[in-house]
């Protein structure tokens, strides 16, 4: 159909001082042309590692195996010039720490002007005044002002904006945003959210956003992948992840926010410690820490099934299911 990113059973081994880690465990997913996908998930159960794979910006050593595509193309597969491209033009990138992502004594607007001489070609003037738009686009406050100053003349928030204007300069059709507003104060947080929307609509272009505040993706996303231990436990309508979660940590996450239309300041806890992904769990991953787990969650892996109305589940005892 208009799927933009299709991925396919992927799977990712790094190498770790103790054996391989495990940190992406069979995930399939797929984002539709103009839609914000969230994916949620505590520290470590491999969510950036998931977004350099759409990117094919994996270490060399990691042991991948799956599938990948983006518009149809495999993305391991591609020329080093079109996997160029890919990531220069069709898919951007931005990151938690914008102030780290900007070059210190580089000007913001001759930073925008690089990547859009590099990129596009244009001459340094056009692209000094295509600077000033992308600044405009993503409500800069007076942005032509801003062109001679440098990263550290700005505030977080500001630098984020500059952020996404460079990731917007090459009208991507797929953002990805791995935990954009982590570094970002409550109020900043909740004004780059209302950007990505808006910017989101105003030009049709796809959103992967990714945090492990379930607070901060429910405010933006069209759909939740709720993932845990390097697989997707859940995944559906933002609606019905947060009315009816199936998936005990689902649960844990939604009653860990105490108010999920606000954007969350706190880390969300639930007792016990994300699972190692250096072994293979025998059962559930989730079975240590799950307060609905029985005896076959300790012996079998659940496999994801697909509701009727085409959500993703992985658990044995899916909560609500017997109402
Ligand atoms: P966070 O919320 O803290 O950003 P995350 O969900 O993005 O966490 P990843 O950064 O993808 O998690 O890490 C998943 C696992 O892979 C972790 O155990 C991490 O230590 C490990 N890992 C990540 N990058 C590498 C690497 N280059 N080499 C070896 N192990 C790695
Ligand atoms: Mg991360």
Not at 103 to 129: E, F, Y
Not at 286 to 311: I, L, M, N
Request: proline content about 5%.
């Amino acid at each position: 159909g208009n799927d933009l990113l299709r991925i396919e059973n992927f799977s990712v081994r790094l190498p770790g001082r103790h054996g391989p880690i495990h940190a992406v465990r069979g995930i399939s997913l797929s984002v539709r042309v103009g839609e914000c996908l969230g994916i949620v998930g505590e520290s470590g159960c491999g969510k950036s590692t998931l977004c350099s794979a759409v990117l094919s910006l994996l270490p060399d050593n990691a042991q991948i195996e799956g599938q990948i595509h983006f518009n149809g193309l495999d993305v391991q597969r591609l020329s080093s010039e079109k996997l160029a491209r890919l990531r220069g033009r069709e898919i951007a990138m931005i990151f938690q720490d914008p102030m780290g992502s900007l070059n210190p004594v580089r000007r913001v607007g001759t930073q925008i002007a690089d990547k859009l001489m590099v990129h596009k070609g244009l001459s340094r003037t056009t692209a000094l005044a295509e600077a000033v738009r992308l600044l405009d686009l993503v409500r800069m406050p007076a942005a032509r002002g801003r062109l001679n100053d440098y990263p550290h003349e700005l505030s977080g928030g500001m630098c984020q904006r500059t952020m996404i204007a460079m990731a917007l300069s090459c009208q991507p059709k797929l953002l990805i945003a791995d935990e954009p507003t982590t570094a970002l104060d409550v109020t900043i947080q909740a004004q780059i959210l209302t950007l990505l929307s808006d910017l989101r609509r105003e030009l049709g272009m796809a959103i992967i956003l990714v945090s492990h505040d379930l607070g901060v993706i429910a405010q933006t996303s069209d759909r939740i992948a709720v993932m845990y231990s390097g697989e997707i436990v859940e995944e559906a309508a933002t609606e019905t992840v947060l009315d009816r979660p199936r998936h005990p940590y689902t649960r844990g996450l939604i009653d860990a926010s105490p108010d999920i239309n606000r954007v969350a300041d706190t880390l969300v806890t639930i007792p016990g410690s994300v699972a190692s992904l250096s072994e293979a769990p025998v059962g559930c991953a989730f079975e240590p820490r799950c307060q609905a787990a029985q005896h076959k969650c300790r012996k079998v892996a659940p496999h994801r099934t697909t509701t009727s109305s085409g959500a993703v589940i992985a658990c044995h005892f899916p909560l609500g299911m017997s109402e």
